[in-house]
């Protein structure tokens, strides 16, 4: 989509853009942390624990 003509405010045009480009960081941090929790549950599940729990991080490092 272009730009609105210069006599036209711009309030509204930004903030779409604005919820544009933030939605898109939204995605990347949900991603993120799904990896992440795939991750943990899978380290947990090799420890034996049956959930992410701070035991199941700590266990490696008593």
């Known amino acids: ?3 609105p003509d210069k006599s036209v405010p711009k309030v509204k ?3 779409r853009v604005r919820d544009e480009l933030f939605s898109s960081d ?3 941090l949900l991603c993120t942390a799904g990896s992440l929790s795939a991750i943990l ?5 090799q420890l034996g624990r049956k ?3 701070i035991g199941a991080l ?3 490092h008593t």
Do not use: F, S
Request: proline share 0%; with cysteine.
């Open 26 to 28: 939204w995605d990347l």
């Open 13 to 15: 045009t930004w903030r």
């Open 51 to 53: 959930a992410i729990d």
């Open 41 to 45: 549950c899978e380290h947990a599940r």
């Open 58 to 60: 700590d266990i490696q």
């Open 1 to 3: 989509q272009t730009c």
